[in-house]
Nanobody, 126 residues
Framework: QVQLVESGGGLVQAGGSLRLSCAAS????????IGWFRQAPGQEREFVAAISWSGGNTYYTGSVKGRFTISRDSAKNTVYLQMNSLKPEDTALYYCAADNPARSGSYYYPDKYDYWGQGTQVTVSS
């Protein structure tokens, strides 16, 4: 079965950086899009970024453009989220997810994704 395991979260001061990793296993992901979402306490899960495994097309939400970079290493079956210039409002539990290629819909919404990791906590102090 598909497994996604996130790592790399932690506590960082505002302006600092973290790199999150999402290790994928269980199938060939060549036709998939891998997304990062985040969820703060009391808030809905929010799209952060996504990348197509085959072509490397990337998608970002406006609040992270220019600060976050999503990338993939096909040989390692891993997707990364490099987060720079972190702000306290970036504090959340960050999840990676693999989409369902057969399902129509936008990569910006959780419903497009079938497989989710357990999440990794990112806390940015002011």
């Amino acid at each position: 079965q598909v497994q996604l395991v996130e790592s790399g979260g932690g506590l960082v001061q505002a302006g600092g950086s973290l790199r999150l990793s999402c290790a994928a296993s269980g199938r060939t992901f060549s036709s998939y899009v891998i997304g990062w979402f985040r969820q703060a306490p009391g808030q809905e899960r929010e799209f952060v970024a996504a990348i197509s495994w085959s072509g490397g097309n990337t998608y970002y939400t406006g609040s992270v453009k220019g600060r976050f970079t999503i990338s993939r290493d096909s040989a390692k079956n891993t997707v990364y989220l490099q987060m720079n210039s972190l702000k306290p409002e970036d504090t959340a539990l960050y999840y990676c997810a693999a989409d369902n290629p057969a399902r129509s819909g936008s990569y910006y919404y959780p419903d497009k994704y079938d497989y989710w990791g357990q999440g990794t906590q990112v806390t940015v102090s002011s």
